[in-house]
């Protein structure tokens, strides 16, 4: 089985570049749109202030050089001042591929990172097409001052010119991927379940300045703590680990373990405690040569289980930086998905999924699993669902503790919503109340650890840990809060939809009251027959007795 598998790695015969066409995409235009594109501080503007941390996570609009150093530097100088004064970040550009490209060139073509060569050739064909590198040229180094300066420049003045790079600097050289990570932004969603581009990586500080809790914060260190993964839209190093930009680090599973664990977030534990995640961990770590590239995993790198790279870079056969293509329920699930899944765009990207889970596995046993998956999330939602109507209830109905007497409003430009997603990050005296957070909490960690724990194959995660059980105990609290605040507020609980007991239940339940007046109205009538018929009888036969006692 293994020998067709590996074989089967080796036909497919695709590059990995994955952009659609033979053409090569235009970097001058590529890089327009990209900065046309930007959000920049997004159309919350006014209600949020940078602090100086985020200069790293968004450089395009926050980064200004430093005044501490004066005076222009050369290439030599950059390397010699930061072996002394940052030898971490110069030790691992040191040992890169990028400190000396000529061993590159030197590889063997039996050594797995051969490929490399023509990766190289092609990084050098688009700066001559730039004018940056003249025609035969070979580019021996990337230095400090072409990522910080610009591409072969030979000097930079360090307090005015200095810069840190963003992912157009990236793409100068490194073209295809950067078309790859932007074509993300182009995916639609049929029944525009979300916007254009999202959720990817290539907008993902779109989402996080457009969001309208992150603006609202007043802890801007705080919130912060989101740009710190909400800034692939702006840098590469968030997978390709500054300085060393490491494709092999890049290949596994701990490169995305950063952003992707946490309750919402929780793709890397699920993954790790997944049957996948315990080969990686006890054979790929020792035995796997992360060095090859995702398209020859299998048949070079001795990959015997997927990494997270291997599901989501690969659609159709080939690799690349677009991780989109497959996506079907997204960040979290909702009706909206739900209700649509057998539309074709859904369809075909199931069968991708298939197609992928059958470099492993059968297409019937891919299919079934993912059935499972998709009904699995479903029954799931529906539980969240009908916990929503009941907290919007009680919102609506104004029975929400402390609604009418100790509820702020959040910070502008939030609005005031039932459970909703400012919750989890604002609290002010009764806002949210308690049943509330606890929504919160279910559609936003547990409904959505069920969901990954699923599709990552996690089943303590999904089934009891996290998912399924978290979402019966939140429910049921949620219940049993509707009741106490209805019964508390003398209305009926007509304004939240209860389940109904079981048909005997409620059957003996009915029956027991009733029988209970019945028996007592009987009793009375009974004692009352039962005098007037037996009474007098009684009295007489009493009555001749005691004359017979006399006359003895």
């Not at 040229?137 to 930079?156: A, M």
Request: aromatic residues 10%.
């Amino acid at each position: 089985m293994l020998t067709l598998l590996m074989l089967l790695f080796s036909l497919m015969g695709f590059s990995g570049i994955g952009v659609a066409g033979t053409d090569k995409p235009d970097f001058e235009q590529l890089k327009k749109n990209y900065y046309d594109a930007h959000p920049g501080k997004g159309s919350h503007a006014a209600y949020w202030e940078p602090i100086p941390i985020q200069k790293y996570w968004n450089p395009k609009d926050f980064y200004k050089p430093p005044k501490t150093v004066q005076g222009e530097f050369g290439r030599a100088a950059c390397a010699t001042c930061h072996e002394a004064s940052t030898p971490g970040a110069f030790h691992a550009w040191k040992n890169s591929v990028h400190s000396n490209l000529s061993a590159i060139r030197n590889l063997p073509d039996s050594d797995v990172r051969a490929y490399k060569k023509q990766k190289l050739a092609e990084v050098e064909g688009n700066l001559v097409k730039q004018g940056l590198l003249k025609q035969g040229q070979p580019l021996d180094q990337v230095g400090c001052i072409d990522c910080h300066g610009g591409v072969g420049k030979e000097k930079v003045n360090h307090a005015e010119n200095l810069v840190m790079p963003d992912r157009a600097a990236c793409g100068t050289c490194h073209l295809d991927e950067f078309a790859e990570a932007e074509s993300e932004k182009n995916q639609e969603w049929p029944q525009k379940q979300w916007g254009k581009g999202h959720p990817s990586h290539a907008v993902d500080w779109e989402a996080n300045v457009e969001n309208t809790i992150w603006a609202a914060m007043p802890e801007r260190e705080v919130a912060q703590g989101c740009d710190m993964c909400h800034y692939q839209q702006n840098k590469c190093d968030g997978c390709h680990t500054r300085h060393s930009f490491s494709a092999a680090e890049a290949r596994q599973p701990e490169a995305c373990s950063t952003c992707h664990n946490g309750a919402d977030h929780n793709e890397f534990e699920n993954f790790m405690m997944s049957k996948h995640g315990t080969v990686y961990q006890t054979q790929g770590k020792a035995k796997w040569n992360f060095e090859v590239p995702l398209k020859d995993a299998i048949a070079k790198g001795g990959y015997t289980a997927p990494t997270c790279q291997v599901c989501h870079f690969e659609y159709k056969g080939g690799y690349s930086h677009n991780l989109v293509r497959k996506v079907r329920w997204a960040f979290n699930p909702t009706p909206a998905i739900a209700d649509n899944l057998g539309h074709s765009w859904f369809e075909d990207r199931k069968q991708a999924w298939v197609d992928t889970c059958s470099l492993c596995h059968s297409a019937s046993f891919a299919k079934a699993y993912l059935d499972a998956a998709d009904k699995g999330t479903i029954q799931a939602l529906a539980v969240e669902q009908e916990a929503k109507k009941v907290v919007t209830q009680l919102y609506d109905d104004g029975l929400l503790v402390g609604q009418k007497t100790n509820r702020p409003h959040p910070p502008a430009p939030e609005k005031d919503a039932p459970g909703g997603f400012f919750q989890l990050f604002w609290a002010k005296g009764n806002n949210p109340s308690r049943v509330e957070r606890i929504h919160a909490d279910m559609w936003e960690h547990d409904l959505i650890k069920h969901y990954k724990g699923m599709f990552h194959t996690n089943p303590g995660g999904f089934t009891y840990t996290e998912g399924w059980s978290e979402l019966m105990k939140d429910y049921a609290e949620i219940m049993d809060e509707d009741t106490r605040l209805r019964e508390a507020s003398g209305k009926s609980a007509a304004g939240s939809k209860a389940v109904a007991a079981p048909a005997s239940t409620a059957k003996s339940k009915e029956g027991g009251s009733g029988l209970s007046f019945t028996g007592l109205l009987l009793i009375v009538l009974g004692l009352g027959v039962a005098y007037k018929v037996f009474g007098p009888f009684r009295f007489k036969k009493a009555e001749t007795s005691e004359q017979g006692e006399e006359s003895k």
